[in-house]
């Protein structure tokens, strides 16, 4: 099948490489037997909300979230309308604060969001930097790790409601404080792992993938057949490995 992937500002929001992510959907999506079509969703570009299986939105700093928030909030209402029709989503740190209700930068600012994801960030004194280590359990019974980076001065704080993407073992995650990290609401899933992310947990990129591929057929996410791979697990062990040396949380 053909998947569409709309990418959103991939010219403002990539630090870290996030653009990266893609490659991996892309790469892991013909292991399955299936393609990515990715659109690239600028300022003043329309989203349309049955167009999209899979939306994606990278990171990046205060100055180049301000570039993009009033457009990303305009865009807003669709995002929403396609994420409650079934549609995956994936949003990397500072793409994460703006689907959010909004982010208070260190300068006082506030860039109001898109409402996805039930929380507000406001930008603390110290920046939150390391490797992480989290524990997620996407799909009841199935305990998996995600190991990543995290470089936020923003401190996310999710509503009592709210749902996690997962448990921090080791690093900082949303806030420093919680204990959690990322957020999910349906098949859209908010973090500030970077790595980029999908490289070193290609399990997170095969449930996305599921998701979209649900939100195509109007069916069930498929189970797909293992596709080990040996160099992203490495990646996983390593990058694991490092959090853990970090210490626990804070
Ligand atoms: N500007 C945001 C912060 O520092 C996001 C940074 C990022 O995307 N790495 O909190």
């Known amino acids: 099948m053909k998947l569409r992937v709309g990418h959103l500002y991939p010219e403002y929001l990539n630090i870290y490489a996030d653009r990266g992510n893609i490659a991996v959907l892309s790469r892991r ?45 305009a865009k807003g209402p669709a995002i929403i309308e396609s994420v409650a029709n079934g549609a995956a989503l994936l949003a990397v740190c500072g793409g994460y604060q703006l689907l959010g209700r909004g982010y208070r930068g260190r300068d006082g600012s506030f860039m109001p969001g898109v409402g996805l994801f039930p929380h507000e960030t406001v930008a603390g004194t ?17 305990r998996r790790t995600v190991a ?9 704080l999710l509503d009592h409601s709210a749902e996690p993407l997962g448990r921090v073992l080791h690093g900082f995650g949303n806030d420093g404080e919680s204990g959690f990290e990322g957020c999910r609401v349906e098949r859209a ?40 791979d040996a160099l992203a697990a490495e990646a996983h ?14």
């Open 126 to 142: 110290t920046r939150m930097i390391g490797d992480v280590l989290l524990e997620c359990e996407l799909v009841p019974g199935e």
């Open 148 to 156: 990543g980076f995290e470089n936020h001065a923003g401190r996310t």
């Open 189 to 228: 899933l908010g973090t500030y792992l970077h790595g980029p992310l999908l490289p070193r947990n290609p399990w997170l990129a095969d449930w996305l993938l599921a998701q979209a591929l649900a939100h195509a057929t109007s069916g069930e996410p498929p189970v797909f057949t293992e596709q080990p």
């Open 29 to 73: 999506a013909e292991l399955h037997g299936h393609t990515l079509e990715v659109e690239a969703l600028g300022v003043g570009d329309d989203v349309s909300p049955r167009a999209q299986d899979l939306f994606y939105v990278g990171g990046g700093q205060d100055r180049e979230q301000a570039a993009i928030a009033p457009d990303l909030a």
């Open 237 to 250: 062990r390593v990058a694991a490995a490092r959090a853990k040396a970090r210490g626990g949380r804070r």
